[in-house]
């Protein structure tokens, strides 16, 4: 059986977000796939995998918000920013109180500049920060814009803290979590990471890794796959007859007057919609050429959509009818 579509795997601590990929190849003989966003080895949580079609996906698919469940420590920083890392700097943490904490926290909202860490996948010259600082080289690095949406303390036992973080996309929660205990004074690193949600997938979504080491074949991951056209749940719709899906799969342009004025009347010029048919689920994204609420005026023969990606049927035996 040859799957399609997205798996949401909870990623478990100590192993990287590359060996979820290559095990999931490895295991049910998937052809393509990759990761949508990284996750730590230490992180753990939802990491959202492109199966074979379903890599046609990837820059069609919203990242953000990103929402973690997280822990520092206050009073220690490490070379990671992260419990991997030796600690470099302690402070005394003894005279923090609980409002110091949550007006730090506070401050962090909004949109924000944030330097990336040394140990990260981001590459200066070319070069990823990580395998320089295994080297012992820091280098100079860019702050970037991040926003954080969401901030609030959950617990304190003193000296960690949890909290919840809602943010961007590039968003590093351990830089957060370093740059949190330096606005407190005594710094801190980040204990304990899990990402509870990847745009519009969340944990819930997830196939726990216990079961996905069990799992005898593909077949058993049809409770948890997420077939092409439920992956752009929401997304507008246009379903289309035989002729339409065959000239899609020509390369040929969509006219105006192969659709229903009715139909077009919600698209704006510009915006990317799916087209599907009862037969082959989904089959191409599109992008408009026109608005649908000039269309009464539009010249039948003008184009009305182009496809920018078409996706391969698969046997009817083989889709799932998990949206």
């Known amino acids: 059986m040859r799957v399609s579509g997205l798996l949401i795997v909870d990623k478990p601590e100590g192993i990287t977000s590359l060996d979820v990929v290559r095990e999931v190849k490895r295991q049910f003989r998937i052809k393509k796939a990759g990761h949508i966003g990284t996750l730590d080895p230490f992180a753990t949580g939802v990491l959202p995998l492109a199966l074979n079609e379903g890599t046609k996906l990837v820059p069609f698919l919203k990242e953000e918000p990103k929402d973690y469940e997280a822990t520092l420590k206050l009073g220690e920083e490490t070379t990671t920013d992260d419990p991997e890392g030796a600690v470099v700097s302690e402070k005394d943490w003894g005279g923090v109180t609980p409002e110091q904490i949550d007006s730090a926290f506070q401050s962090f909202l909004g949109k924000i500049r944030q330097r990336p860490p040394m140990f990260s996948a981001k590459k200066v010259n070319g070069q990823p920060l990580y395998r320089m600082a295994r080297k012992g080289i820091e280098v100079e690095r860019e702050e970037k814009e991040i926003e954080i949406f969401d901030l609030r303390v959950q617990t304190m036992h003193l000296p960690q803290v949890a909290f919840r973080v ?158």
């Open 166 to 323: 809602s943010c961007s996309k590039g968003t590093y929660v351990r830089a957060l979590a370093k740059d949190i205990g330096r606005k407190i004074g005594c710094g801190a690193h980040l204990l304990q990471l899990k990402r509870v949600r990847s745009g519009s997938f969340s944990l819930s979504q997830t196939i726990p890794w216990t079961e996905l080491e069990k799992a005898s074949g593909t077949e058993t991951l049809a409770p948890w796959l997420i077939s092409l056209k439920g992956a752009l749940s929401g997304w507008p719709e246009v379903v289309g007859d035989d002729r339409l899906v065959k000239k899609v799969r020509f390369g040929q342009e969509m006219l105006v007057r192969d659709f229903l004025s009715g139909d077009l009347l919600a698209i704006e010029k510009g915006q990317w919609l799916k087209t599907t048919s009862p037969e082959e689920e989904l089959v191409a994204i599109l992008r408009s050429e026109i608005k649908g609420s000039e269309v009464h005026r539009t010249d039948p023969g003008k184009v009305a959509f182009r496809a920018v990606r078409v996706f391969q049927p698969c046997p009817k035996e083989e889709r799932s009818n998990h949206l």
